[in-house]
């Protein structure tokens, strides 16, 4: 017994150190961030630090319901991250904490197929890992969904083995960080719970009633936590009713249905095994249905299950569902092959050539796979597009230059995040999601996005579709419906707007750079 918890915990180490290796190359390699949605959440953090975490409102955002209800969607996510704001690179800082999010999802992976006593436990968090070049890009960022990837993998797994505390547990954990994932818990148990019943003929009602314990006082435990569920029903309900009636809110491509040839182009490899793995359990299970035990089978249906559904939200939803269909997937796998291809004690691959057949097909998509997710392609997703100090420069201006509280109008919603992260004087307009801004006011929203879009500079409108007796001067409309006295714009992004900005004298350009200028905007005739 002492040599195999000593083997066992040589073994956990060494995975460990590899993790941490790879996680700090990836993230300290490049200057550059996945996501700059991770500046915001850096700069939330800091304001609990510098605050207190009792702190719940957000001024910055004026045109947003952040602005109008109290509330953090991801409040635990944000305490969790106060001990990184302690340092003096912030930049730097957010590397760090992506280096913990990305070694405490590895960690959370391996340890729940341990105690799955599946075969080759550290290998399968490899594989979900370099699932594709944009699939690692997704692991690389300092965001909420890494962390909660590695949170719902030991809901999985204690739901098929674990206690009804850890089901509880977990399930906090998971509405603790990042509210908006609550509805994943509730499908986990579901599914896991139906193929228990069909299994064993029981219905464990109290793994149930502990994880929806576990997620009501991760929901509670929070200041304003009716506010927060006000804003969670905007970002569920409402982004959902905008997509159906197919409303442009330019949420970027993660919010938008998956492509399926660009699925078929970036995770051929994993489709591959994934395709591989249902068909060897619907073919084995049937012919060796005996030998299997009841945890086994609630694991490998209870994944079938879990990783098609999350597969068609993907391609009928979101793109960001591949997260949760990576992770089924890869427990898919993991189950199969140790249920039908490995020996599970002596961990050696049977004789027979069909199965050998199957093994070889299996090690080349494994090893294709590895190769597209540590290429050049990968390395180019990994490595990020996003360069932290693009706006430093005009942020740090209007810090220095403005009014402590004048209001900035910024014709992107992504640009708030490089903003509010160099600059928390000033007020923006929107930012986190654009559906925030469409339902604290839709005419507000489609004014701006017209800018935002380049169809419209001199004029706008409040409506989806603009007329020529409904159209409004831009520069009113930025200064009595925005309350602006700044204009920012990214020459990139909106080249129109720039332009326009250069030729109108009501706005003076005081500050400009490559990526950005800077306009003040004189204050309308009365």
């Not at 305490?79 to 999802?105: E, M, N």
């Not at 509805?183 to 929806?212: F, N, P």
């Amino acid at each position: 017994m002492g040599t195999r918890r000593a083997r066992a915990a040589a073994e956990f180490l060494v995975y460990l150190v590899v993790v941490l290796g790879v996680a700090a190359f990836f993230h300290l390699r490049s200057p550059f961030l996945g996501d700059q949605d991770a500046l915001y959440h850096y700069r939330h953090a800091a304001l609990f630090a510098s605050r207190g975490p009792l702190f719940t409102e957000f001024p910055w955002a004026t045109c947003s319901v952040l602005s109008r209800i109290p509330g953090d969607l991801w409040y635990g996510f944000h305490l969790l991250l106060v001990p990184f704001t302690w340092i003096p690179d912030a930049v730097f800082g957010i590397k760090l904490a992506g280096i913990f999010l990305l070694t405490a999802l590895m960690v959370m992976c391996y340890a729940a197929l341990v105690r799955l006593q599946v075969a080759l436990p550290y290998f399968w968090p490899f594989l979900m890992l370099f699932s594709s070049p944009p699939g690692l890009m997704r692991m690389i960022v300092t965001r909420p969904h890494v962390l909660s990837a590695g949170l719902l993998t030991l809901l999985l797994v204690f739901l098929i083995r674990g206690a009804v505390w850890e089901i509880a547990l977990v399930s906090f954990a998971v509405a603790f960080f990042h509210l908006n994932l609550f509805w994943i818990v509730i499908v986990i148990v579901v599914s896991v719970l139906l193929v228990q019943w069909r299994v064993g003929r029981r219905l464990e009602w109290e793994k149930g009633l502990a994880a929806g314990a576990g997620v009501i006082g991760g929901w509670l435990l929070r200041p304003e936590a009716v506010g927060t569920a006000r804003i969670a029903y905007v970002q569920l309900v409402e982004l959902s009713v905008a997509k159906q009636g197919r409303v442009p809110l330019m949420a970027g491509g993660e919010l938008s249905p998956a492509d399926p040839a660009g699925l078929l182009t970036h995770f051929a490899p994993f489709l591959i095994l994934w395709l591989g793995s249902i068909a060897l359990l619907a073919t084995a299970t049937l012919k060796r249905r005996g030998e299997l035990s009841p945890e086994q089978r609630v694991l490998l249906w209870s994944s079938l299950i879990l990783s098609v559904c999350f597969f068609e939200l993907s391609v009928l939803g979101s793109l960001r569902a591949t997260d949760q269909w990576k992770v089924f997937s890869v427990f898919l796998m993991a189950g199969t092959a140790s249920a039908f291809l490995i020996r599970e004690k002596t961990h050696q691959f049977p004789q027979g050539r069909r199965r050998a057949a199957l093994m070889v097909a299996a090690v080349m998509a494994s090893m294709a796979l590895l190769w597209r997710g540590t290429g050049a392609e990968a390395q180019e997703w990994a490595y990020g597009t996003i360069d932290p100090n693009r706006y430093r420069g005009a942020a740090t201006w209007l810090r220095k230059s403005s009014r402590p509280g004048s209001v900035v109008f910024h014709a992107s919603w992504g640009s708030f995040a490089d903003l509010f992260f160099w600059n928390q004087e000033n007020r923006y307009i929107n930012g986190m999601d654009p559906i925030f801004m469409y339902d604290f006011d839709r005419s507000l929203y489609w004014e701006a996005h017209h800018l935002a879009t380049g169809r419209a500079t001199r004029v706008t409108c409040s409506q989806p579709q603009c007329q020529e007796t409904e159209v409004r001067d831009t520069y009113q409309v930025l200064t009595k419906d925005f309350k602006a006295s700044y204009l920012f714009v990214e020459k990139r992004l909106t080249p129109l707007l720039y332009e326009y900005g250069r030729s109108d004298s009501r706005f003076r350009l005081l500050y400009e750079d490559e990526h950005a200028a800077v306009f003040a905007l004189d204050p309308p005739e009365k």
